[in-house]
């Protein structure tokens, strides 16, 4: 083949990336897929509180009952519950995870966020400037929180080795790719990645059951 | 540049190509995406019901009273509810949609499975065969039926004329992105296509409440 035609094959290759990359920008950077799958901890509802709010609806001084280590170490499932109450409605029994923060954190479901009548965006733990506030009620007292609700944004813990086998970085986005009759992908996925991490994807019950996740899927990173 | 360079370029393109099809089968085929977006509707669990099992749960020859159109030509949403009830529980008010169908049908979201204890398969409508039963409760009586209990398979009606706009055809499987910023795609996705549909792409609760899908959202095809 000469020269001329190969640059021809050339110049329709580039063309067809062009046109490919332009109609559908998700595609645009290289398929690159990781061989490990990535275990999944699927979320539901759940309140992180800090030590002055566990003492106006626990009582003074209040320390939390863990009943349930959870997956990222140190952290923990407690039989404390509360209801959380909005304009439109209110949902018992949101589960308290410890240890206490310095800040309170309502993470809800979308549909949560119906039912209580206050819209609350994706983000991720710790990022709540100028997200709502909620009413919290317990057996003690009741808060008015300031700031805090959201729904969790999709992340990916991981340790900083982790992230290094997986050629990703802590703060990084990812698309995550589920298999299953029920597949597909999410955009969008922070690596949060540190020393103190376990692997695994989080996820919320609406994103677990719109793709038939369970705690047997496991997802891939697909950059 | 001497044409051994050329091929040794085009050795590494085809071979970068082959080595990202193999890991990432869905991004094989080439990306192709249609301008327009199609309008979603969110459908809640719901049921369709026999004239025979309308007569056992509401009274011989009851006929059911239609309180909204909904948009598919001929489909409306009923003043009747009815309850269902699987070995872990029962959920209430599920709402009876017209004209009655040969068969009776019960579309569930997936976290409805874990309330009943049922698990139901992902299926297009009417693909019945093998489905699980339920025990339907209406205000005159009960029945408990052999099959018929479905989670939806994501679909997307159209007309024949739709469909060759798009460049799909009746029965084909396609790939929908969601953009936003909790955005992604879902596979598997049945084009539904014949001359008495209007455009638009069902997804249940739970699936438009993962990537935040409301009303004005639309979706885009990509194949």
Known sequence: MASKEYEAILKVLLDAVQTANAANPAAAAPAATFPAGIPVGVSNHHIHLSQADLDT??????QLTPIKDLSQPGQFACKETVTIVGPKGAIEKIRVLGPVRSKTQIEILTSDSFKLGVKAP???????????GITIVGPKG?????????VAQRHIHMTLEDAAAYGVTDGE??????????????????IRA???SALECHLDNDEANAMSINSSTTVKILK
Chains 1, 2 share one sequence.
């Open 57 to 62: 609806l626990f009582g003074k001084g209040y």
């Open 122 to 132: 994706a983000k991720l733990s710790g990022d709540l400037a100028g997200t709502p």
């Open 142 to 150: 009741s808060v008015q929180t300031a700031e805090g609700l959201i």
């Open 173 to 190: 986005i990812v698309t995550l790719q589920v298999e299953g009759p029920r597949g597909g992908c999410f955009s969008n996925v922070a």
């Open 194 to 196: 540190n020393n103190s």
